[in-house]
């Protein structure tokens, strides 16, 4: 089953060429996506202990969620790229879907990591 997603070239070009184009890029972006999640959780955490041991308030719990949509961005990619074997989401509403959650979680750790700053550096 697993080798049907990793050598299937449905229009025409080699395998070797489909997987060097089209499933190891979904799978690094996916991983990438993941990665960039857990920065900002490890950035909620490292808060977390600030706000414990300086008794500042940091807002530590909107920095553990704004980045769900990072997660959820992941999961769509991976569920439709990396298994569904898509070269691209789904255009109608799916990728729109899966951008939008990814921008609006980034704007929203932008926004969390820049309080977060700011009560680090005393403004």
């Known amino acids: 089953m697993i080798h049907y997603f990793l050598v299937m070239a449905p229009f025409g070009i080699d395998?070797?060429?489909y997987q060097a184009l089209v499933v190891i890029p979904n799978y690094l972006l996916v991983?990438?996506?993941v990665l960039l999640w857990?920065?900002?959780i490890v950035m909620g955490i490292i808060a977390r202990r600030?706000?414990?041991v300086l008794g500042e308030k940091t807002n530590w719990q909107f920095?553990?969620?704004?980045?769900?949509?990072?997660?959820?961005?992941?999961l769509i990619q991976l569920y439709f790229c990396g298994l569904g074997g898509k070269m691209m989401l789904p255009k109608g509403g799916t990728n729109y879907l899966a951008y939008?959650?990814?921008l609006i979680s980034?704007?929203?750790?932008?926004?969390a990591n820049i309080r977060f700053f700011k009560v680090t550096k005393g403004g």
């Open 38 to 40: 857990l920065a900002f």
């Open 100 to 102: 939008g959650l990814f």
């Open 63 to 74: 920095m553990m969620i704004a980045p769900t949509g990072i997660l959820f961005f992941a």
């Open 15 to 17: 395998p070797g060429t």
């Open 31 to 33: 991983l990438g996506a």
């Open 50 to 52: 600030y706000e414990i």
């Open 106 to 111: 980034g704007i929203l750790s932008l926004s």
